[in-house]
């Protein structure tokens, strides 16, 4: 079932039965992710499920559901009898998915400057790069990767294909863990915000092609200063 479907379905059978446990779970969720992108759980290493819910001081149930969320988006794996093994992503991985995410999100680029969005529905993105610009200047690398993530889930919301949000949704977290191991290895993301600001105005504009071939190309040069990070870092595995 795709991620968002398996949230829905989970969030309406939680809402009929007892939202406490969805509640729970959701909060599990949330602890859970911070720690395997705090490096807590770090990639490569096995938790039993026990163990989890003794740190997050939470029964055993919402854990469950939360480890099950998050296998769907690819950041762990259940092994029966085993417990949970944080899954490693090497460089040949992280090139895949860049390369799927490349496709789907200039289709998305192409589908909102082809939608006649009012500037008032674009305005989430364009706040988005100002945040971006913010950041840099006041050198927040973090603050400027919590606005880059806006800004791509804002760009694949406006292209208004539920099926590639799912997708979507599943990949950009590798992406962030890769981001969050690389970002103080790689150059200052000015062009990043330059690339950003075009796909914008190309959508503002209603110009399809633009949108589209522009975040192709910057995506494109994302993965190229990615690849080069981590292969002048030896980093092998994530």
């Known amino acids: 079932m795709p991620l968002r479907k398996h949230a829905e379905s989970n969030r309406s059978m939680g809402n009929m039965a007892n ?3 969805i509640s729970n779970a959701l909060r599990a969720l949330g602890k859970l992710r ?3 992108f705090a490096g ?9 499920e026990t163990e989890l819910a003794a740190q997050l001081d939470m029964s055993r149930t919402p854990v469950r559901e939360a480890l099950l969320m998050l296998e769907g ?3 762990l794996e ?18 895949d998915i860049y390369d799927v995410l490349t496709e789907l999100e200039s289709l998305s680029a192409e589908r909102a400057a082809t939608a ?20 840099i200047a006041a050198g927040h690398l973090d603050a400027w990767s919590e606005a880059d993530d806006r800004f791509h889930k804002e760009l694949v919301r406006l292209g208004g294909n539920g099926r590639v949000a799912a997708i979507v949704d599943m990949m950009s977290d590798q992406v962030r863990r890769a981001r969050t191991i690389t970002l103080a290895l ?5 062009k990043s915000n330059e690339d950003h600001r075009k796909v914008f105005q190309a959508i503002m504009d209603g110009q399809p092609d633009i949108a589209r071939e522009t975040h192709r190309a910057h995506r494109r040069h994302a993965k190229e200063i990615l690849a080069a990070v981590l292969e002048k ?3 092998r595995f994530i």
């Open 34 to 36: 911070e720690m395997i």
């Open 233 to 235: 870092h030896r980093l």
């Open 186 to 190: 790689r150059p200052l993301p000015t």
């Open 116 to 135: 006649g969005h009012s500037d008032a529905t674009l305005a989430a993105l364009e706040t988005a790069i100002d945040d971006m610009d913010k950041a």
């Open 73 to 75: 988006q690819g950041l």
């Open 40 to 48: 807590e759980l770090p990639a490569g290493s096995n938790h039993l």
């Open 78 to 95: 259940l092994q029966p009898r085993k417990g949970v093994r944080i899954l490693p992503i090497s460089p040949s991985d992280m090139a």
């Open 19 to 21: 939202s406490k446990p």
